[in-house]
């Protein structure tokens, strides 16, 4: 199991870096586009993950591998906090606050969207 828990958070950390590139190409914003799109497409597929293991029966297994492994690799606080950081040090308050509340929000709806989404 750790091997595969490892080679999902291999894969969950190069589509992180992947995303985040392909965002960071394509806006010039100071807002941190990548790392919210990451989380927020993260927090939808945990709470996919989540959803099928309780109305599915999706194997311990898979839920580990998925959840922790890969998921628990695309989707970053640590950067979401440096950047909230960032922005503040930057004299970007607005955009700081606006960060942490539009991630936690959308973020949180996203997850309850994945479970709703599998209780049908």
Request: aromatic content about 10%; hydrophobic content about 55%; cysteine-free.
């Amino acid at each position: 199991m750790l091997f595969a828990v490892s080679l999902a958070g291999a894969a969950g950390a190069a589509a992180r870096y992947l995303v985040d590139y392909a965002i960071a190409e394509s806006t010039d914003s100071v807002f941190p586009w990548g790392t919210f799109v990451i989380n927020v497409t993260g927090s939808l597929a945990l709470g996919i993950v989540v959803g099928l293991a309780l109305h599915h029966g999706l194997p311990s297994t898979t839920r580990i591998v998925a959840g922790t492994g890969f998921l628990g690799a695309y989707t970053t606080f640590s950067t979401f906090t440096y950047e909230t950081l960032q922005l503040i040090e930057q004299s970007s308050r607005a955009e700081a606050v606006l960060n942490v509340i539009a991630s936690v929000a959308a973020g949180t709806a996203a997850a309850a969207a994945g479970l709703v989404l599998t209780a049908w």
